[in-house]
């Protein structure tokens, strides 16, 4: 009996105690490697860029071998990371496992994401060549500026009507497209999703020459010139017209015609969601078509709605490409990354650039928290 | 006890294999520069390209057919001379060349589009100055006066023009101007502005003008300005203008924009008003001027201009367009001058002799003329071969160049950027869209960045 437990229970005891030490030369030869590898792809890089007569100077051969030694280079790094921490005390290791594995993907995003993010703020304190530390002075300078005052009334305008009007002619699509025959359905989606797939400088392009004047003696290239002098009216110079903020006006239409194809599809693929049953079992209450509709689909696609709502929210925050090659912030027309973007490359003013990046960012931080807040508790109710 | 310390002996080890690795073993550049020699009086400054070796590197702005023209131009004197010329072109030379000089690599010559760079790296000390290896008082005597005062610093110029763009031309439609009684030759702006009321009388507006150029609108109008300056007070208070030691709103600039008021601003003297500048695009601004009958005549713009004129234009220059040089002013500043670019050619390699052989030539009078010959080129030299340019238009150019008294390069160029290429757009368009002269003038010098 008593030889019979100690057999069974003895290989038990040394088990843990076994996985428990470290592996030393798992561990040597993993680190080894590791340091090998780094030191071998560092100068492999190196030497293309120092020594191209090595590699005869061919720039076909230099990039498949910069292809084979990034891709092979990096699995290599990865088979001796893993191997390293192998090595390692059982319970060290299962600790560090996911997070070695997670670190690479972890670095690139912090080097691309959150170093940039914390050094512009730091050069948001600091001068035009961020050499040197001027506290609170770009801040004050931006705060005192008219422009900038200015591009914030403009984003808030921005703001305030084309994610509104998007969603709302979103939903009027997606409605009244579900009441066609399958093809109607499909060709009439299909051309209000298409302006999608246009870049916003192309699209601004386009729309320029909605807007284009010419002299009233000379024929109009504009289509809204053409139209108004057919009516008998002299062409006017929209883009430059800032009364009622008319030109800020005729520049968001460009955004929502670009967008509506977004909001339209996802709405459309939610209404479709909605359970047939709510809605018979709501025609069998006697309801309207527009109870239903306000009372039954829009409650049930609300998830949608905010989150096609706030995406374009985000969007309208960085709007700039419209607003650059239509007016360039001219006639009272700028916007927050306009006038960033004329800072940075136009005036070289590193610390002011960034001031406004920074205070558009702080914008930015609570429609993210808010979007990412009721993502969770859709998942939840899921 | 024991197993702690085989851990430290493996983490000692690991690091130890760590630092030695890292800090032995890594390549080194082997082009690496050994700090900045400098470019003093005496002595020369070095690049780290081999010196005598038959091959001279430059590094330029431009590209496509002009590279080709460049490379055209030079190819007799590499066969003569036995020297490679290697020309890189880079759309953003500004940058690329500031970067590749203070990292020790820098060509051993290159051609800077407008002087502000060139000074910049004067000043560190990089750049020969051309006294020590070209002969200054011929170039003196035959360049346009101008282009050496412009890459002085410290009493030495740093680089010498190969080739000049100018914008002082005034283009008119050639039989309709004649027709409509405007004149071809005229003493000062004063003459100039009697024909053209002359003009308006009869109905139809003299000038045509078009600022639009998207994000950059307003270029057009800072050209006017300038123009203005040089002729209103000269090329002394232009300079004085450029690098702030006026400033903008001084009463003599004031009076620059007051005679482009008279100008531009006066009632039908230019087609659609301050309208159809603003939205007309810089390239389309004289189109009208080629309708029937013409609803404008006149458009001051520089040699590019013919690469934006209507293509039955184009394709008959010589008798369909005309130009004249924009007049000096009557009780302003006494010569003619004139307003342009070039590109400024400077050595990074100052014990070279291969360099040296290839700086005379791309500076002096000889250069050019394949260039020439393929057109929208003009060469900085009063004294180059006129016989080259493919047209009478260009000689007709190379003409007013020569019998210039002063040249003076864009001042929107040599200006802060703020300004130069911000503020000074933004305004001009604001002053024509009815903004005093005053006004302008004080916001442009409120915008001055502050040193």
Not at chain 2, 69 to 90: H, M, R
Not at chain 2, 224 to 232: A, D, H, N, Q, T
Not at chain 2, 249 to 264: M, V, Y
Not at chain 2, 271 to 296: S, V
Request: glycine share 10%; with cysteine; net charge negative.
């Amino acid at each position: 009996m008593s030889t019979a437990t100690d057999t069974v229970v003895a290989p038990q005891r040394r088990d843990p105690d076994d996985i428990n030490r470290a592996n030393v030369p798992k561990i040597v030869i993993g680190l080894f490697g590791l340091i090998l590898t780094a030191w071998a792809l560092g100068n492999l890089f190196l030497a293309f860029g120092y020594y191209p007569q090595w590699f005869l100077d061919n720039k076909i051969l230099i990039a498949a071998l910069a292809l084979i030694g990034g891709v092979g280079g990096a699995a290599l790094l990865f088979w001796f990371l893993n191997m390293f921490i192998e090595g390692l005390p059982n319970r060290l290791s299962q600790g560090i496992m996911p997070y070695a594995f997670l670190l690479p993907g972890f670095g690139l995003i912090a080097l691309m994401l959150i170093y940039p993010t914390i050094q512009t703020i730091n050069y948001s304190f600091a001068n035009a060549n961020s050499t040197e530390y001027v506290g609170l002075a770009n801040y004050k300078d931006i705060f005192g500026s008219k422009d900038f005052w200015n591009a914030i009334l403009n984003n808030l305008l921005w703001l305030a009507l084309v994610p509104a009007i998007t969603v709302a002619i979103g939903i009027i699509v997606a409605v009244l497209a579900d009441k066609l025959s399958a093809q109607g359905e499909k060709v009439s989606k299909s051309i209000i999703f298409l302006p999608m797939a246009i870049s916003f400088v192309g699209a601004s392009a386009i729309w320029n020459l909605v807007y284009a004047y010419s002299d009233k003696s000379q024929s109009q290239v504009g289509l809204l010139n053409a139209i108004v002098t057919k009516l008998g009216m002299d062409p006017k110079t929209w883009l430059q017209i800032s009364d009622g903020k008319l030109n800020s006006l005729l520049m968001m239409v460009i955004l929502i015609w670009l967008q509506v194809g977004f909001s339209m599809i996802l709405l459309s693929s939610a209404i479709k969601g909605v359970p047939d049953d709510t809605l018979e079992a709501a025609r069998i209450d006697g309801a309207s078509e527009l109870q239903i509709f306000f009372k039954v689909i829009i409650p049930q696609i609300r998830g949608t709605i905010v989150t096609v709502f706030i995406t374009v929210v985000i969007l309208v925050m960085k709007v700039f490409d419209i607003v650059y090659v239509l007016t360039n912030g001219r006639d009272n027309s700028d916007v927050i990354a306009n006038l960033f973007f004329n800072e940075m490359f136009a005036n070289s003013q590193a610390g002011r650039a960034s001031a406004i990046v920074v205070v558009l960012l702080i914008a930015v931080l609570p429609i993210l928290w808010y979007q990412v807040k009721t993502f969770r508790e859709e998942q939840m109710n899921r | 006890m024991a197993q702690v310390h085989r851990r430290r002996q493996l983490v000692a080890m690991g690091g130890a294999i760590l630092t030695t690795t890292l800090l032995s073993a890594c390549l080194q550049n082997p082009n690496a520069s050994d700090g900045g020699g400098a470019a003093g009086l005496n002595g020369y400054v070095d690049n780290t390209q081999k010196d005598g070796d038959k091959v001279v590197t430059i590094l330029g702005a431009f590209g496509g057919d002009e590279k080709k023209a460049f490379e055209a131009s030079l190819a007799e004197f590499e066969k003569s001379s036995g020297i490679d010329i290697q020309y890189t072109d880079d759309n953003n030379f500004t940058t690329i060349v500031k970067t590749r000089v203070t990292a020790g690599d820098a060509p051993d010559i290159a051609l800077f589009p407008q002087p502000g760079g060139l000074i910049e790296l004067a000043e560190a000390g990089k750049i020969q100055p051309i006294d020590s290896v070209l002969d200054y008082d011929t170039l003196a005597t035959t360049l346009v006066p101008g282009f050496l005062e412009s890459t002085r610093y410290k009493g030495r110029s740093y680089g010498a023009p190969m080739r000049m763009a100018v914008k002082s031309i005034v283009w008119y439609p050639k039989p309709a101007w004649t027709e409509a009684g405007g004149k071809t030759e005229f003493t000062s702006l004063q003459d100039l502005a009697k024909n053209t009321d002359a003009i308006k009388g009869k109905g139809t507006a003299p000038w045509c003008m078009g600022w639009g150029s998207d994000a950059a609108t307003g270029w057009v109008g800072t050209d006017w300005i300038e123009e203005m300056v040089l002729r209103v007070s000269g090329p002394d208070v232009y300079d004085q203008w450029v690098s702030h030691k006026i400033p903008f709103n001084d009463p003599q600039i004031l009076k620059a924009f007051a005679e482009f008021g008279k100008l531009a601003k006066g009632d039908g003297n230019v087609f659609g008003g301050a309208a159809n500048i603003i939205n007309t695009k810089f390239g389309d601004a004289m189109t009208p001027a080629f309708q029937d009958p013409p609803k404008c005549y006149l458009m001051r713009q520089g040699n590019f201009a013919t690469g934006f004129l209507p293509k039955d234009v184009q394709a008959d220059l010589d008798n369909k367009v005309g130009i004249f040089v924009f007049p000096p002013l009557d009780g302003g500043y006494g010569g003619q001058p004139i307003l342009g670019g070039g590109d400024l050619a400077a050595q990074f390699n100052g014990n070279d002799p291969d360099t040296i052989e290839v700086m005379k030539f791309l500076t002096s009078d000889k250069f050019g003329g394949p260039w020439a010959k393929v057109g929208g080129w003009l060469s900085p030299h009063k004294t180059f071969d006129a016989t080259n340019y493919p047209n009478e238009l260009t000689k007709q150019m190379a003409e007013i160049v020569s019998s210039a008294d002063v040249f003076r390069f864009d001042a929107s160029d040599l200006m802060p950027k703020e300004v130069g290429s911000g503020t000074f757009w933004t305004e001009m368009v604001k002053w024509m869209n009815g903004a005093s002269d005053e006004e302008t003038a004080t916001a442009i010098e409120n915008s001055w960045p502050k040193s």
